[in-house]
């Protein structure tokens, strides 16, 4: 039985130019890593506290609110590509990515490298997770070939924007 697209193919110098355009210059910064601590001959004590884990590397689904929130965000931006409308498009992404992406180079960016997009392809909506205000959630895109996009959204002063779409897999053409 045919699934109506063979196997998902991505390269890694395919996948390092698509992250490169598709998200915007200006990157949270990772925190410096923990330096090791001074060896001690005595084995450190077991902890009763009931600390709670890192916060920066709790990781959770997200809410139903903002699950609901970014799919329309999405599908709000690839309804205005489908329509050619590149301006209104531009105005789903968050205010950091528009600060750093002209309309010119945002229009251009889009042509050549996400033109599927233009497509109005039609839109599956997979796993989400969130991370302080930032959700990360994956998306098939299928028109003619299927296209998973992973996407990073974060929350700022204008609301929920898109701050990066990356590329995770290809198929090739879909079986009529």
Do not use: H, W
Not at 25 to 53: F, I, L, Y
Not at 89 to 99: D, K
């Amino acid at each position: 039985m045919s699934t109506g697209c063979s196997a998902l193919t991505t390269s890694e110098t395919e996948t390092k130019a698509e992250q490169s355009i598709s998200e915007s210059p200006v990157q949270p910064s990772d925190p410096p890593e923990p330096s090791d601590p001074p060896e001690s001959a005595d084995p450190p004590e077991p902890s009763d506290s009931s600390e709670s884990a890192d916060p920066l590397v709790d990781v959770e689904k997200c809410s139903a609110r903002s699950y609901s929130e970014a799919k329309e965000v999405i599908k709000g931006q690839i309804k205005e590509f489908g329509l050619g409308r590149f301006k209104e498009a531009r105005e789903y992404a968050s205010v950091q990515f528009r600060e750093a992406v002209s309309l010119k180079n945002f229009r251009n960016i889009i042509n050549e490298d996400y033109s599927f997009l233009l497509e109005s392809p039609k839109i599956s909506f997979n796993t989400c997770i969130e991370r302080y205000k930032v959700i990360y959630i994956q998306v098939a895109l299928t028109a003619q070939k299927v296209t998973v996009l992973d996407y990073r959204l974060i929350r700022d002063q204008e609301g929920l924007g898109i701050d990066a779409a990356l590329i995770t897999a290809k198929s090739v053409e879909v079986e009529a």
